[in-house]
Structure formats: structure tokens, C-alpha cells
């Protein structure tokens, strides 16, 4: 990093890869590519984005905990080779050691830091007491609530009063009015200036709690993870979740979450140019959502005014967290039943026709959207055609989706197609033989695949 770069900047990404190696020799899968990001003094960052896009990756590489395959960080101007000693992480899980007290457990970081016993104690309680467990300091774990065993995990990172404080989604893992509790009381710290590090870091999927607590939303793309764009949360703080600019930030984001093509501007959404490069149908994911997932999600929608909903309420309404819904949502779009613009999901006339329909006929409208929709569908259905006793080995498919992905997302990728394909009629899975085969009324797909424009 040169010299010439902001004294506010803590820590800087620059150009980062990072590649696991496939099983069995077969290549190496791309996590993250081409990532290059900065936190500076005095900022919250949240980095949002949804499973698969390489948020805690991207966090532990900025920890020091593991390195990347190319590019390089630097904490406070200088590449970070190791343990980042700058940065203090809080985890989703508490990982309380049991048999040491609570201030036995703050204290443990800085023990291994060498502090001295006094030194310890006096700023371990003044942590304890920032995160208002004072009166506990002698209990352990056992004995705890999760929302206090999550103050524990704060306390303990506050103790060590790191310059940037990463937290890897530390309210996911608990109930909704304790994780709301908890949230409100890091904000309330961080607007009173009494926050005991310089800038916070914090990966979540939770948008709402994105836009409420940081003054930058980084959101990352998927497969593999990049940054596709950032929103300034331009508001005054604290974030007030019931002014018309929170809604609309919101709004944005859940727009641009839903449609991966769109660029992210901050402002407006522009579609960008499609590509004409020929994919294999085996590179391009499925959302990982059952028929009646997607179902249930249309009929709640169709009795909705015009057949159209708010995807933040629905969101609340449901208690679904982002990485539940965005697949459903992904699958609808996918097959036509619904389109996303500006926060608000609206099914099209055949999603409507879909939600209100009998069961056979909304199996013939999920095998005509499929057909047309789901090229991998069609791939499947022609193999199967055109093997002598229309049957093949499901090992054959997994591979050709082990070209694309890790083993186990190509495992979720088969059982997604076999349930749509199942549900559809397309054909049969024989779990013990682990076959797929045509059913013998439905050999004969020419005249539907035929009449079917693959797209996408």
C-alpha cells in the first residue's frame, strides 16, 4: 500500500482471490475473486450479501485467520501476514469456554496477550459493565441466557479494544426480541461515541439490520462472491427505521438482492448487458427451494390487492430471514410466475393462474414453466430420452454439476432438480438404484420439449 493512502483507512482489500481445491483432483472452486474494499476510522460497514457469496470467507481473510490465494490486506498501511492483531471478531456462536467464569472468559484474550492479573481484572469489569452484565462476573456459562452469553462474546472482543470490531452475524442466533435488544444497545454504544474500537465490520443477511446499523452497506455477489456495489446510508444517526429513506434504502436493496443482473448504483437500478456466451445449463444454480415452498409463497401473494406485496413486510410477516426468502422469490422469477422491481413482488398472470388453480392443472402450468425456463430440466429429460430404456445413473449427473460447483452443492443441485422434475412429471428417482428414468406414459416428451424455448 503506498503512503499516499488516507491516514483514516484501517484496514484495506486489495484484489483478493480465494480458491479451495475440488475433490478428487478435479480443479479448484472460486469463493471470492477480485474483491477490493477499505474500512476507515469512524465508519460502520455492514458487508451483505446471501449464502454462497463468500461474506465470513472475506472476513477471516481480514482477520488474519486465513490467507488469501492472491491479493493482499493491509491493517493500518502494512500487509497483514498472519493473525490480524489490529481487529477483534464476535461470532454467530458464543464459544464460551464452560468452566471459566464470566470474567474468566473476558479476561482470556488478554491473558494470552501477557497482561498482567490486575490489569486484566480492572478492564475486564469496565467491559462487563459496558455490556451490563454487571453481578455476573462470577457465573458461568451454564447459568446464562443466550442474549447474555452474546454479551459475554462482546465483552471479551471489547476487552482487547481493537481498532476495527468484526462481527460475523452475531444476532442471528438469537430469538427476534433479544437479537432487537442487543442491536439497539451496539448502536446506542456506536452513537455515543463510547464504542471501544475505531470502526465495526459486520457480516449479516438481515437488510433491515444493515441499513439500521451501518453507514455503508457493501452488498457481495454470489458464486463466486465479488462485490457488486455499495449504498451510502445517507441518514442521520440513529437510523430512524420509520422515516420514508429507511423504507426506500430498504426497498433498494432487496430489489437489487433479488435481481443479481442489475448493477448497483446507490440510486438507480440499470440493467446491465446480457452475455451471449454459451453455458453449460449445469453452471447456472438453482435456488435451492422445494415446489411447495414456492407454492405457499404464491398463494399468500395472490390474495394480496393486485397480486403484489411488499418483499420487507412479507419478509416480517413471515419472519423469514433473507437467505429463506430470496430463494423463493429466485425460484418464482426463475419460472415466470413473478417479477421483483423496487422492493415489491407481483405475479404474473400465469403465478396467478398457478396460485389459484387446481393441483393438476398447476402441475401442467409447472412443467410448461419449467420446460421453457430451466434448461438443466431440459438437458435431464433429453439425456433420458436419448439413452437406450430411457434411464441413466445418477452419478452421471452429479458430475457434470461437480464441473461447476463443490460436491456437496452439486449433491443440493440434483435433489432441487429431481423434486421440480419429480413434481413436474419430467421424470422418476429410484433413491435405492439411484437411477433417474422416464416413467413409461411420459417417454415420449418430443412434442413438449419441441414446443418449449429454452431461455436463460
Known sequence: MTATVAQDVLIAVENVHKRFPLPDGKGEFTVLSGVSLTVKSGE????????????????????????????QVFSNGKPLRGANNDV???????????????????ELGLEAQGVKRDERRQRALK????VGLDGFESAYPKELSGGMKQRVGFARAFVLEPQVLFMDEPFSAL?????????????????AKTFPSKSILIVTHNIEEAVFLADRVVILGSNPGRIRGEVVVDLPRPHDRASP????????????????????TGEIVAKTTPTLATVSPYAKALPHVRVGGISGL???????????????????RLQLAVDDLLPIL?????????????????????????????????????????????????????????????????????????????HEEAERQFATAVDWGRYAELFEYDAGEERLYLPEPNRDLESSISSSTPTG
Open 44 to 71: 460502520v460497514v455492514a458487508l451483505l450479501g446471501r449464502s454462497g457469496s463468500g461474506k465470513s470467507t472475506l472476513l477471516r481473510i481480514m482477520a488474519g485467520l486465513i490467507p488469501p490465494s492472491q491479493g
Open 88 to 106: 477483534a471478531m464476535v461470532f454467530q456462536s458464543f464459544a464460551l469456554l464452560p468452566w471459566l467464569t464470566v470474567q474468566e472468559n473476558v
Open 127 to 130: 467491559a462487563i459493565d459496558i
Open 175 to 191: 430469538d427476534v426480541l433479544t437479537s432487537e435488544n442487543l442491536r439497539g444497545e451496539i448502536d446506542d454504544l456506536w452513537n
Open 245 to 264: 429513506r429507511f423504507a426506500s434504502l430498504v426497498d433498494y436493496i432487496y430489489t437489487v438482492m433479488t435481481n443479481p443482473e442489475i448493477e448497483v
Open 298 to 316: 404464491l398463494e399468500l401473494i395472490v390474495d394480496q390487492p393486485q397480486g403484489t406485496d411488499d418483499i420487507p413486510r412479507l419478509a416480517e
Open 330 to 406: 429466485d425460484a418464482a422469477v426463475l419460472l415466470g410466475f413473478a417479477e421483483v422491481s423496487q422492493g415489491d413482488v407481483r405475479l404474473t398472470e400465469i403465478g396467478q393462474d398457478f396460485a389459484t388453480t387446481t393441483i393438476l392443472r398447476s402441475k401442467d402450468l409447472f412443467r410448461q414453466q419449467v420446460l421453457t425456463h430451466v434448461p438443466v430440466l431440459n438437458s435431464i429429460v433429453q439425456t433420458l430420452r436419448e439413452k437406450s430404456g430411457s434411464s441413466m445413473r445418477a452419478e452421471f449427473f452429479l458430475d457434470l454439476w461437480d464441473d461447476h460447483f463443490p
